[in-house]
T-cell receptor, first 115, second 114 residues
Framework: DTGVSQDPRHKITKRGQNVTFRCDPI?????LYWYRQTLGQGPEFLTY????????KSRLLSDRFSAERPKGSFSTLEIQRTEQGDSAMYLC?????????????FGPGTRLTVT | AQSVTQLGSHVSVSEGALVLLRCNYS??????LFWYVQYPNQGLQLLLK??????LVKGINGFEAEFKKSETSFHLTKPSAHMSDAAEYFC????????????FGTGTRLTVIP
């Protein structure tokens, strides 16, 4: 069990540029979640996948954001035309269930700074 | 809808003193409750969780929390603080069905004074 990994750990970009983040979940986990955490706040849910299907999206996920999980393994989160308000830590979590409850394991996060 | 309120954005305790971090929740369905810890520039680590059964739950690093339905609370305690406990602590609530999405509080930063 190597844990959830995220790449890159830090990203600095200029306003208007596109960025893409990657998340590799724990290998047997079928659910994958994305959260956003701004300074001084708790993480906020963005979206989640069960296998390759994106089952729920938060209102926070504007049309500039898109997430994919093409083969039900790793996932990518793309932000187009970044804005300064997109500066945050983007956290990925994965989970599976044997009992009907999905316990989430978090990655280290990708910190995005938009200048 | 679920939500969490953490009272006190900053808590300072002396090394060896009792740690008490407060969390109150709101949920229209029976909740699952969690405490996570976050060290600087790191992700979240699960300290403990309440799903069903015993209302006093024990977690890692000597922490425990008690689910009190009548008070809608899930306060985190540790009898004796250690310097390594200094971190940000988040309380979270989840529903029991569907996505099991987590709804987090705004966090409490714990400082341990030597």
């Amino acid at each position: 069990d190597t844990g959830v990994s995220q790449d890159p750990r830090h990203k600095i970009t200029k306003r208007g540029q596109n960025v893409t983040f990657r998340c590799d979940p724990i290998s047997e986990h079928n659910r994958l979640y994305w959260y956003r955490q701004t300074l001084g706040q708790g993480p906020e849910f963005l979206t989640y996948f069960q296998n390759e299907a994106q089952l729920e999206k938060s209102r926070l996920l504007s049309d500039r954001f898109s997430a994919e999980r093409p083969k039900g393994s790793f996932s990518t989160l793309e932000i187009q035309r970044t804005e300064q308000g997109d500066s945050a830590m983007y956290l990925c979590a994965s989970s599976f269930s044997r009992t009907g409850f999905y316990e989430q394991y978090f990655g280290p996060g990708t910190r995005l700074t938009v200048t | 809808a679920q939500s969490v309120t953490q009272l006190g954005s900053h808590v300072s305790v002396s090394e060896g003193a009792l740690v008490l971090l407060r969390c109150n929740y709101s949920s229209s369905v029976p909740p699952y409750l969690f405490w996570y810890v976050q060290y600087p520039n790191q992700g979240l680590q699960l300290l403990l969780k309440y799903t069903t059964g015993a209302t006093l739950v024990k977690g890692i690093n000597g922490f425990e929390a008690e689910f009190k339905k009548s008070e809608t609370s899930f306060h985190l305690t540790k009898p004796s603080a250690h310097m390594s406990d200094a971190a940000e602590y988040f309380c979270a609530v989840s529903d029991q069905t569907g996505a099991n999405n987590l709804f987090f509080g705004t966090g409490t930063r714990l400082t341990v004074i030597p």
